[in-house]
C-alpha cells in the first residue's frame, strides 16, 4: 500500500526520462487502488511487473522479495520501487540485497517505508522500523540523490541510482529497530514472530491497518493523481 505522501514522493522524483522505454518493477504490488502503477504507467515504460508474495489487485507474478534475483536474474529492471514494504519482512538484508541486485547500472531505487512512532500495521505482519539515518547507511553503496523524512507520519523515502561496479554493503550485523521488540535487534527470532502474530491478531480485531486519517488521505491523492495522468483521447 501506498501512502498520500509516498504517491507525492513518487511522482516528485520519477519522470518520464527515468521510466520511459525502460523496465520497472514494483516490489510488494498488492494494492486494490493500484497506486504506484497509476504513477508509473502513463510515463510509458517498456514493461511494468508487479511482484507480490501474495497474488491479488497489482500482482502480476508472485515471489517473495527475498528471491527476486532467482527469479529475474541479476541487473534485470531499470527502475526498481517499494512502497511500504520493507519494514514488514523478516529477512530485510536478504530483500535489500536483491532489491540492489535486480538493478541494471544506472538504473534507480525508490523506496518508501515506515520509521518509529507509526503504529503497528500487519501486512501480514510487521517487523521493522527504519529512520533516515538507516537508509543512509544501508543504501549508502548506492548513489543516494534524494532522501528524506515523510512529513506526514513517521517515515522515510529514498531515490538511489546503482553504479556499476557495485560494491554491496554488508548489512548482516547491522541493527534496525524491531517493532515488536521496541528496541534495535539484528534479527527476527521464531518469539519475535509469534509476538508479531498476536500483534497482528489484535489488529484484525479493530480492522484498521492503517489510521483512518492515513486511508482517507491516500485514497484521496491516489484518486487525484489518477485523473491528472489519466491518458486523453
Not at 538504473?107 to 501486512?123: A, D, M, N, Q
Not at 521493522?128 to 523524512?149: K, P
Amino acid at each position: 500500500m501506498c501512502t498520500a505522501a509516498g504517491a507525492v514522493f513518487l511522482a516528485q522524483h520519477l519522470g518520464a526520462r527515468d521510466v520511459g522505454g525502460r523496465r520497472v518493477v514494483e516490489v510488494g504490488s498488492r494494492d486494490a487502488r493500484g497506486a504506484v502503477r497509476s504513477i508509473v504507467m502513463p510515463l510509458r515504460p517498456a514493461e511494468y511487473v508487479g511482484v507480490d508474495m501474495a497474488s491479488g489487485p497489482g500482482v502480476d507474478v508472485l515471489c517473495p522479495a527475498e528471491q527476486l534475483i532467482g527469479r529475474f536474474g541479476e541487473s534485470s529492471f531499470d527502475v526498481v520501487i517499494s512502497t511500504e514494504m520493507l519494514e514488514h519482512v523478516r529477512d530485510w538484508q536478504a530483500v535489500v540485497h536483491n532489491l540492489k541486485g535486480v538493478l541494471r547500472d544506472r538504473g534507480l531505487l525508490l523506496i518508501t517505508t515506515r520509521s518509529r512512532g507509526f503504529e503497528y500495521h500487519p501486512y501480514p505482519l510487521d517487523f521493522w522500523r527504519f529512520e533516515v539515518t538507516d537508509l543512509a547507511a544501508i543504501f549508502g553503496d548506492l548513489g543516494i540523490e534524494v532522501l528524506r523524512r515523510d512529513e506526514e507520519f513517521p517515515g522515510a523515502f529514498l531515490r538511489a541510482r546503482r553504479h556499476n561496479p557495485l560494491v554491496e554493503r554488508d548489512m548482516s550485523a547491522y541493527p534496525a529497530y524491531s517493532i515488536v521488540r521496541r528496541h534495535q535487534a539484528r534479527t527476527i527470532t521464531p518469539l519475535d514472530v509469534a509476538a508479531a502474530r498476536l500483534l497482528s491478531a489484535g489488529k484484525a480485531a479493530t480492522g484498521h491497518m492503517f489510521p483512518l486519517a492515513a486511508r482517507t488521505a491516500t485514497r484521496r491523492v491516489i484518486n487525484r493523481l489518477a485523473t491528472r495522468w489519466e491518458p486523453s483521447g
